[in-house]
């Protein structure tokens, strides 16, 4: 078998990735990572043509197998019926990126509980369900790789709106930590990846496109760039891994600063945008 992350000769020793929420942003730019590395790909979003155009382009620019399921994490059997059509297809999955996630714009009692539940389904739930039915394959042939996509907001104290997205993130570092350490004599590789600001249709999404695009540029990424990033500490071994310069930083004055202290300054910082997300509606990408 060719070595990981390297596009390899033979087809049949390829490694095949399962990516969530590949149809735009982070998730595409995981699916572009990857393809290029020669992995084959299994695509899974809400939005079947734009991911079956996807898939067309990683295919024909990179020889590889780019298969197409679509799926809307919300629904509680999408999991399920997910895994069972790897099954169908013969598919075996050895690179599993949890990458699907959106956020729910404006305070908690703004939304009715139902837009929570979604929320958690796709972000913690989806996310567990494909650790816990797809890590035992990886297990028994002692080789595998799962890209948790957090998000440095897991790190930082919590602000008023966008209640859940903080929390959720929090939950998925900490979780591919322990998995981490559950998995390192089993030959399996966890990785929570915690980008930043990353230029996607996140903002869009919440509504603060306006607002954030007045923060400062040295504080952006691109996706690209997090997706390299990403693959590489999965690879490496690393557990927990922060996107770029700004976030360590970001992260370290969370950590040292006292903590009435870091709640006023990213209190003071998010209330810069979380004006127009509370009159936005909630969407999913």
């Given amino acids: 078998m060719g070595r990981r992350g390297q596009p390899k000769e033979n087809v049949m020793s390829r490694v ?4 969530t929420g590949a149809s735009a942003g982070i998730g595409e730019a995981f699916a572009e990572e990857l393809a290029r590395r020669g992995y084959d790909l299994v695509l899974t979003a809400r939005r079947e043509e734009r991911l079956q155009a996807l898939a067309d382009r990683l295919s024909g620019e990179h020889d590889v197998s780019c298969q197409v399921l679509a799926a809307d994490l919300a629904e509680p059997d999408a999991v399920e019926k997910l895994c069972a059509e790897l099954t169908e297809r013969s598919i075996d999955i050895g690179f599993l990126v949890n990458n699907a996630g959106y956020g729910v714009p404006g305070h908690f009692l703004n939304n009715d509980f139902s837009t929570h539940t979604d929320f958690m389904r796709v972000l ?7 650790c816990h039915r797809l890590l035992p394959p990886m297990v028994e ?8 996509v957090a998000s440095i907001a897991g790190m930082l104290p919590g602000t008023g709106g966008s ?3 903080s929390a959720a993130k929090a939950f998925v570092i900490k979780f591919s930590e322990s998995l981490s350490v559950e998995m390192a004599d089993r030959g399996v590789k966890i990785c929570a990846v915690c980008p930043g600001l990353t230029h996607s249709e996140f903002h869009d999404v919440t509504g603060t496109r306006n607002e954030v695009n007045q923060l400062p540029k ?3 990424m691109s996706s690209e760039l997090v997706a390299k990033q990403g693959v590489d500490a999965v690879l490496q071994g690393e557990p927990v891994f ?3 310069p700004v976030n360590h930083g970001m992260e370290l004055l969370a950590r040292y600063l006292p903590a009435a202290i870091a709640r006023r300054i990213v209190g003071n910082q998010s ?3 979380r004006s127009a997300e509370n009159t936005s509606a909630p969407q999913k990408p």
Avoid at 124 to 130: F, H, I, K
Avoid at 141 to 148: A, L
């Fill in 16 to 19: 095949t990735a399962l990516i």
């Fill in 271 to 273: 209330k810069k945008f």
């Fill in 163 to 165: 209640t859940l997205y």
């Fill in 124 to 130: 913690m739930g989806a996310l567990l369900e494909l």
């Fill in 141 to 148: 042939r002692g080789e595998g790789h799962v890209i948790n």
């Fill in 242 to 244: 922060i996107n770029g």
């Fill in 218 to 220: 040295f504080m952006w």
